[in-house]
């Protein structure tokens, strides 16, 4: 089965602090990973991919094959980054399925 | 560029209508999808297209039909709204020579009465 998991629905932290946001995934082939990113009342956008190893907004994210998983990580959250987070893996051509998404907050 | 473009951005129905939701495209993308967002549900594929002329089923289809005859629209018909159809749709496309980011539209908030 080709599934995404975002076991938390919200992720409270302070302003400064570490993030990480978690997203294990099922796929027996070879995956492709991505993090999309929602801003209160925005369409997604993509923030980024694991093809890529790019640092977008200070966030990054690894792929670990061992684990199934591609957690978001930011050393020190800042408030603007207070949105709907959402992991998405692409199995094959052009479909791309998607997690339950996870609401972080950045408290002042 | 537009992007990618959604029509209507708010709609209220009634149960049994039928409506389209339109989406138009103008970046020369072979990939377009159809998702629908509810709450503590994540995104969840309707339909999706590799190309113009093909078309597939995602992991919710019932309930909703597509067709992509050009490379450029991928409309997405209700063909009986339910209460249940109630939600936020969002349109998207994509190309390999992009690898694969998909390109969202703005979204449509439909709400069946």
């Known amino acids: 089965a080709q599934r995404v998991t975002q076991p938390e629905k919200l992720l409270s932290v302070f302003k400064g602090a570490p993030v990480e946001l978690k997203c294990n995934y099922s796929?027996?082939?070879?995956?492709?990973l991505f993090w999309y990113v929602q801003y209160s009342r925005q369409r997604l956008q993509l923030l980024l991919r694991?093809?890529s190893r790019e640092s977008i907004k200070g966030f990054t994210a690894d792929l670990n094959k061992g684990e199934t998983s591609f957690h978001l990580k930011k050393p020190f959250a800042q408030e603007e980054d207070s949105a709907m987070y959402y992991c998405a893996l692409r199995p094959q051509g052009g479909k791309l399925i998607f997690g339950q998404g996870t609401e972080l907050s950045v408290k002042p | 560029n537009a992007g990618v473009t959604q029509t209507p951005k708010f709609q209220v129905l009634k149960t049994g209508q039928s409506m389209t939701l339109q989406c138009a495209q103008d970046?020369?993308?072979?990939?377009m999808s159809w998702y629908r967002q509810d709450p503590g549900m994540g995104l969840r594929l309707i339909h999706y297209s590799v190309g113009a002329g093909i078309t597939d089923q995602g992991e919710v289809p019932n309930g909703y039909n597509v067709s992509r005859s050009t490379t450029e629209d991928f409309p997405l018909r209700l063909l009986s709204a339910a209460p249940s159809q109630t939600s936020v749709y969002f349109c998207a496309s994509s190309s390999p020579r992009q690898n694969y980011g998909y390109t969202f539209g703005s979204g449509t908030r439909l709400t069946v009465v």
């Open positions: 970046m020369n993308h072979e990939y």
């Open positions: 796929y027996s082939g070879s995956p492709e």
């Open positions: 694991h093809i």
